[in-house]
């Protein structure tokens, strides 16, 4: 049977169509489909292929990992010790517990249990629960460590029912010294985001793993990192742990030996008191810093636990700056501490050391009269006398003879603004001005004032605490010592000779005649047979006289107290320098000198001058601490505003108010300095903290013969 069809066109015939022309269309259809079917068959049967050879070793993996838990154990850190193999920074055993935010179903359900279960104070739990707020998901946050045992199964049992709470045991960092060697050492603490985004390592996220934040814990951080382990364990569908299957052990991390003393640092940070300051202690013979101490300062294991609101409040709004460290980073006018320095310039550009000057009190220079600490006047003065009584007039006059170029030159040889090779994190290298530096600085010409103001440390010279140490063991031996603080440096400087010997001899002479001659530290003489200590006082105004007399007031106008020295006078061994901020004077320095030396040459004396001081200023320094946080935090509770989110705004901050304290004398850099004499020759602290009972009188210590001269101002 045929069926018509209608024209294509109307000139076109109808096509017909019979079944034969039905049948090899239907075939040719059911082909096409065929071979799509084939198709895409194929491109299964290849992608099954795919998936169970090429991709084998992936899902075989990914199927395991629903099996088997690995998770990473974080590394202990290597150890600081010090010179002697003491630690400085160790670790100890620790149950502790810490948060993933993005697992936490009901954040402040959760941390509130945690503190009824661990007892925590509503200060800390506001902490956590802020901590938690701004976190990033992956980030831990810490919540207790140092945690008991019965503390740690309590919250082990309860883990069902605490989604995101993580448990463990392993080993948290531990300063035994605690405040003593904060700046020095630093602390660590949780990677921030920011650093995790640098470096992507999924130990930083690890749980209670901690990198070094500042101090020698960042600085040596590559070192001290170690090696992490690894736990593989079998889990149930819900995350229960059935059996361990494999533990890989960590690999600690490198050692660090540093040439610290860690009983000097210790006891020097505590003889410090309650004043605001500094103590650097050398090895004249290989460099080695033996005490970096600067107090007030902040306790290490308080940090790498977490800082709370109300321990930050505290340290911040101290004015005392106890987040400073004053050795590398805190900048003051040298005072007369530079005259020896000034001697080696003048006897290098030709001076004869015997020529004299008459001080009647005062020099006039142009318009201006500069006085000499002692109104009286010294009478004919050599240079000799000028250092060990300090005289003013006698620097006036021959720093006008050679200019400031030289005595510029001769502190740069000293060690003044200079940047030494340490592994710190940063350091402050204060300012020798000169006509250069002036024109460059302040676009003003250089004026002979300012000679004369610089020739005893002040108008625009600042120098730190270290710089003054390096100083004082490079007039000590005439070398070019260079400080080291690891073992592993090899001492440098020794080569070369900064000065000839007799120079170095003359002003190493009129040095012990500051203490133990007609000089203006006379109760800084050491209280053992044959030892002698030779240094120099100085101290250093801050403000206007307009605004303060510099021994009393206002605690942060008061004139800064220092003191350079170097022991045994006639074969130097240890040099250093001592910087109280605003004590007043060289009376608050050189007693602390004195028993930190003591202490290096007889720790029993040493010890027994330091335990008649803390009686009376109530306890170590560390214990001091403790008790005034516990009063702040009785006092201001959890009412405090939040520590910054980043460690790293902590320090940018310091550093800013660092820089912001050491242009406080740019103001008076242009003003005749008077010169002022010690305004605490007792040598007893000037401040009291609060609370704190009246300090006692100094320890006593070997009185002079009766024919020792009174000691005097500076």
Not at 38 to 60: P, S, W
Not at 594 to 609: I, N, Q, S
Request: with cysteine.
């Amino acid at each position: 049977m045929k069926i018509p069809f209608l024209a294509d066109g109307p000139n076109k015939p109808a096509r017909m169509i019979n079944a034969s022309i039905l049948r090899a269309s239907f075939e040719r259809r059911a082909v096409v489909i065929g071979a799509i079917q084939g198709g895409i068959g194929l491109l299964l049967a290849g992608r099954l292929g795919y998936l169970a050879i090429a991709e084998n070793e992936k899902y075989r993996l990914e199927s395991e990992s629903n099996r088997v838990n690995l998770t990473l154990i974080p590394p202990r850190r290597g150890w600081i010790l010090d010179r002697d193999g003491a630690a400085l920074a160790s670790n100890r055993a620790d149950f502790r517990v810490d948060l993933i935010p993005e697992r936490l179903v009901d954040a402040d359900a959760t941390i509130n249990q945690l503190g009824e279960l661990l007892a925590l104070e509503p200060a800390r739990i506001a902490d956590i629960k802020d901590k938690v707020s701004t976190a990033r998901g992956f980030q831990p946050v810490e919540v207790a460590s140092g945690l008991r045992y019965e503390q740690f199964a309590a919250l082990s049992v309860r883990l069902p029912d605490l989604p995101g709470v993580v448990p463990q045991r392993g080993f948290s960092r531990f300063y035994p010294t605690a405040s003593s060697v904060g700046h020095l050492i630093g602390y660590v603490g949780p990677a921030s985001a920011e650093e995790y985004e640098k470096d992507p390592n999924p130990l930083l996220i690890t749980p209670g793993y901690k990198i070094g934040k500042d101090g020698l814990e960042k600085q040596f951080e590559k070192e001290l990192r170690g090696v992490p382990g690894a736990r593989r364990v079998e889990v149930t569908a819900g995350g229960r742990i059935v059996r361990d299957l494999e533990t890989r052990e960590d690999v600690q991390g490198n050692p660090i030996r540093l040439t610290i003393d860690g009983p000097l640092q210790d006891y020097a940070a505590r003889r410090i008191g309650l004043e605001s300051g500094s103590v650097v202690v050398m090895d004249c013979r290989t460099g080695d810093l033996l005490c970096m101490a600067s107090m007030p300062s902040f306790d290490p294991n308080s940090f790498s636990d977490g800082i709370g609101g109300v321990e930050y409040a505290m340290l911040r709004d101290d004015e005392r700056v106890p987040l400073r460290n004053k050795v590398l980073k805190g900048l003051y006018p040298p005072g007369s501490t530079v005259k020896p320095m000034v001697s080696m310039a003048l006897m290098q550009a030709g001076i004869d050391p015997e020529e004299t000057v008459h001080c009647g009190g005062g020099l006039r220079v142009g318009n201006r009269v500069f006085g000499c600490w002692n109104r009286g006047g010294h009478g004919a003065t050599n240079m000799a006398k000028a250092i060990y009584q300090s005289c003013d007039v006698y620097f006036y006059a021959m720093a006008q003879r050679i200019g400031m170029d030289p005595i510029a030159a001769m502190a740069r040889r000293c060690g003044m603004g200079q940047e030494f090779p340490l592994p710190v994190i940063s350091q402050f290298f204060g300012t020798v001005p000169d006509p250069a530096w002036k024109m460059k600085k302040w676009g003003r010409e250089w004026q002979t004032f300012d000679t004369v103001n610089a020739t005893i440390g002040q108008g625009y010279m600042l120098s730190s605490p270290l710089q003054l140490a390096v100083m004082a063991s490079r007039l000590a031996t005439g070398k070019h010592v260079m400080p080291r603080l690891t073992l592993d440096t090899k001492p440098q400087g020794f080569d070369k000779i900064d000065f000839p010997a007799e120079q170095v001899e003359y002003v190493r002479k009129a040095m012990s005649d500051v203490v133990n001659g007609p000089g203006t530290a006379g109760r800084a003489r050491l209280p053992i047979e044959n030892t002698l200590m030779a240094g120099k006082t100085g101290t250093a105004q801050v403000v206007s006289l307009s605004i303060s007399n510099g021994k009393s007031g206002p605690w942060k106008y008061r004139d800064h107290g220092l003191f350079i020295f170097f022991a045994p006078y006639d074969n130097p061994r240890y040099a250093g320098a001592v910087v109280i901020e605003h004590g007043g004077g060289s009376g608050a320095a050189y007693p602390i000198a004195r028993d930190v030396m003591t202490f290096l040459f007889d720790p029993a004396k040493g010890l027994e001058a330091l335990a008649a001081l803390e009686a009376g200023w109530g306890g170590t320094a560390q214990q001091r601490l403790e008790r005034r946080y516990a009063a702040y935090a009785a006092e201001r509770g959890a009412s405090v505003s939040r520590p910054p989110r980043r460690d790293e705004e902590i320090l940018d901050r310091v550093d800013a108010e660092a820089r912001r304290a050491a242009t406080q004398t740019d103001a008076i850099a242009g003003e005749v300095i008077a010169p002022r004499p010690e305004a605490n020759p007792s040598g007893t602290p000037t401040g009291t903290a609060p609370g704190a009972a009246a300090p006692p009188p100094a320890p006593t210590t070997p009185t002079a013969p009766p024919s020792a001269p009174v000691e005097i101002g500076e």
